[in-house]
């Protein structure tokens, strides 16, 4: 090996500091990655109960079960769409690689989403104690999350976070290398897709079937599922970056 292709090699050791050096990158705004997540979920939470306490005053004794708990997830992403648009300019100043870029990325995310589902898990664990705050109403705890444990909910609620960071974080590429038009046309394809998903069940008159199989499958089971949609959404976020001139 000549001195030139020695010099060439990239080194493992050095792929993992120069990653975790856009980690770094990611987390030099905390807003982004920590305070507007936990001030999402924090005001959805209070909010939640402040609703649950006034049906309670005004005599509800039913269960209680808000969507106030999908904000902080849907919220990822604003967190993807974010972690691109904000950071990806100063990642090419410092000489980083779209790889390093974006593996640090997703790791950031993944601290943060991480956070998120241990918070989630506690406040699962509180509500199952104190009967749903003493007012029968639940925010994190939601029986088809928690069927398998307070582990398997864990990993539910962190693979949301992630799903949705990963489509935030695409679909910030493709407005950054195409722009807003070309954007437009790809949301609007997916949910003609979908759209005509819902069509071809309800023709065929599924949906029994696919309700069966969704309780079938059960809420890990689907959480697995999520984890090759997300893996499979990564790969084609990832081509999209590896191909955006500079």
Excluded: C
Excluded at 49 to 77: C, E, N, R
Excluded at 157 to 178: D, H, N, P, Q, S
């Amino acid at each position: 090996m000549t001195a030139l292709d020695a010099g060439s090699v990239t080194h493992p050791a050095a792929v993992r500091h120069r990653t975790l050096n856009v980690v770094r990158l990611q987390f030099v705004n905390t807003q982004t990655f920590v305070w507007v997540p936990a001030l999402v979920l924090g005001g959805a939470w209070v909010i939640t109960l402040l609703i649950y306490w006034i049906v309670q005053s005004a005599g509800g004794t039913d269960v209680k079960i808000g969507g106030g708990s999908q904000a902080p997830l849907w919220y990822f992403l604003v967190v993807g769409v974010q972690a691109m648009t904000l950071t990806f300019p100063f990642s090419q100043a410092m000489s980083l690689t779209r790889r390093e870029f974006y593996l640090g990325s997703l790791a950031a995310a993944a601290v943060s989403g991480l956070g998120m589902s241990l918070v989630f898990v506690l406040l699962g664990l509180i509500e199952q104690a104190t009967n749903g705050y003493g007012m029968n109403g639940y925010f994190a705890y939601l029986d088809w999350v928690w069927e398998a444990g307070p582990l398997a909910a864990g990993l539910t609620y962190f693979v949301a976070t992630m799903l949705f960071f990963i489509i935030g974080f695409w679909f910030a590429t493709i407005f950054k290398r195409f722009g807003t038009a070309t954007l437009v046309i790809v949301m609007l394809g997916i949910a003609l897709v979908l759209v005509g998903l819902i069509a071809f069940v309800t023709r065929q008159q599924a949906w029994p079937q696919i309700g069966s199989w969704l309780a079938g499958t059960g809420s890990l089971g689907l959480t697995m599922w999520a984890v090759l949609v997300s893996a499979l959404l990564a790969i084609g976020s990832y081509l999209t970056l590896r191909r955006m001139p500079a």
